[in-house]
């Protein structure tokens, strides 16, 4: 007799091949939407699901879980980022939880870099002048930046995304700069080109870029707080593509109307969607709309490793990427 295939419930729209897969491989309800499900949408998947597929758009916090039926036993998120769910009380539930690690390294540190640039070398500012048509024609003085070339670059969170934005800054000259909770090994930072601080106040004062790639965890909540912010040298630039709630946005945003720093680029926010409105009218702010991860061979190898821990689940195993409380 043919194994009952599992019940598999998506929230988001995903590229058309991942689709296709999981529909090949299980008995999966896909969405004709692509907009984020209500919490009573949310829960009536969770209570006819074996395997919910969840997006960083969804939050399964422990009262909604409090609600998923006896037959959910895996949330097998799409993305590498966890906080949007109560690990460990779906643990407590018997429900295992997975992500996709190590997917969009290269993406996002591209997109961090691209940041990097667009804020320093003033790119929006030029794209706007042309897009209204009012260039006059060349200038000495116009849209002048900064070079690339010899800034000191400040990492905060030195993992595999850390490590690849540092590969990319040193081809471009920059001197590579990190924090992070663990040192890396002598021949990683020699590899690297990469200067350990300690002391993440230290740091900040000394540099001319900050790059935020650490996780959002209860440690790193507002870790670039408004007195460490203002520790940062005036001609100095942020960049976010880890997660909003990293920056105190409020107190960036004041700084940057104040011109105590130079500049940011900004493609996660505090609170997701619901963007300070100050910072949409500054100059020097480059505002992108969480597109860090967003390329397609990106997506596709992140559902790949989805049907790869759901079916490795449905065979009886661990998933390989499996998340428990003390990772996080």
Not at 7 to 30: A, C, G, I, Q, Y
Not at 144 to 165: C, E, H
Not at 211 to 223: G, R
């Amino acid at each position: 007799m043919a194994r009952e295939r599992l019940s598999v419930v998506v929230t988001r729209r995903l590229p058309e091949p991942v689709e296709k897969r999981l529909s090949e491989l299980f008995d999966v309800t896909l969405r004709t939407e692509d907009t984020p499900l209500s919490r009573a949408e949310l829960v009536e998947a969770m209570s006819q699901a074996d395997v919910l597929v969840p997006t960083v758009t969804d939050n399964i916090d422990a009262r909604l879980l409090g609600q998923a039926g006896e037959r959910l036993k895996l949330i097998a998120n799409f993305g590498a980022g966890v906080d949007h769910i109560d690990v460990a009380t779906a643990r407590q539930r018997g429900i295992l939880v997975s992500n996709t690690p190590g997917v969009l390294t290269d993406d996002t540190a591209d997109m961090t870099m691209a940041l990097i640039m667009a804020v320093v070398r003033r790119i929006p500012e030029g794209l706007s002048i042309m897009q209204k048509g009012e260039w006059q024609g060349w200038s000495p003085t116009a849209l002048l930046g900064g070079r690339i070339a010899g800034r000191r670059l400040g990492i905060l969170g030195m993992g595999s995304i850390g490590q690849a934005v540092a590969r990319r800054a040193s081809a471009f000259g920059m001197q590579v700069h990190y924090h992070n909770r663990r040192r890396l090994r002598s021949e990683t930072e020699q590899a690297l080109e990469a200067t350990y601080w300690e002391s993440l106040d230290q740091m900040v004062a000394r540099m001319d870029v900050i790059s935020i790639n650490c996780p959002s965890t209860p440690s790193t909540f507002h870790l670039m707080n408004a007195r460490r912010l203002k520790l940062m040298k005036p001609e100095a630039v942020i960049v976010n593509t880890s997660r909003g709630e990293v920056i105190d946005e409020t107190a960036l945003t004041r700084m940057l109307r104040a011109g105590e720093i130079a500049g940011a680029g900004l493609d996660v926010y505090e609170q997701g969607t619901n963007i300070n409105p100050q910072l949409r009218e500054q100059l020097n702010v480059v505002l992108l709309p969480h597109m860090g991860s967003a390329t397609l061979e990106g997506r596709i190898e992140t559902g790949e490793k989805v049907l790869l821990n759901i079916k490795t689940f449905e065979d009886g195993h661990r998933p390989p990427d499996q998340v428990v409380p003390a990772m996080l």
